[in-house]
Nanobody, 114 residues
Framework: VQLQASGGGLVQAGGSLRLSCAVS????????MNWFRQAPGKQREFVAG???????YYASTVKGRFTISRDNAKSTVYLQMDSLKPEDTGIYSC?????????WGKGTLVTVSS
């Protein structure tokens, strides 16, 4: 299983970005998909998650602003980020969990300017 995140970039505060994470391999529809981020000088933190049954959950810091979704036909998970704040800056990585195995992809950089 391989994961490839994309869609990062530079955006002004209040703007929006949509991240994508394409997953190769089988059983995508059974995977729990998560987004994490790591800000400069800080530990990686959970952002949002989505089960195979489409139950979503969010960190309190992004709830109401970010939306996670998936397209099982494309084996892709998305993170729609609205009302971005400078504190949302960081490297965003996607994570897949299938049974007891975890997979990580390389991250994509999101920079929010004030």
């Amino acid at each position: 299983v391989q994961l490839q995140a994309s869609g990062g970039g530079l955006v002004q505060a209040g703007g929006s970005l949509r991240l994508s994470c394409a997953v190769s391999g089988s059983n995508f529809n059974m995977m729990i998909m998560n987004w994490f981020r790591q800000a400069p000088g800080k530990q990686r933190e959970f952002v949002a998650g989505l089960t195979g049954g489409s139950s979503d959950y969010y960190a309190s810091t992004v709830k109401g602003r970010f939306t996670i979704s998936r397209d099982n036909a494309k084996s892709t998970v998305y993170l729609q980020m609205d009302s971005l704040k400078p504190e949302d800056t960081g490297i965003y990585s996607c994570n897949a969990r299938l049974y007891r195995t975890e997979y990580w992809g390389k991250g994509t950089l999101v920079t929010v300017s004030s």
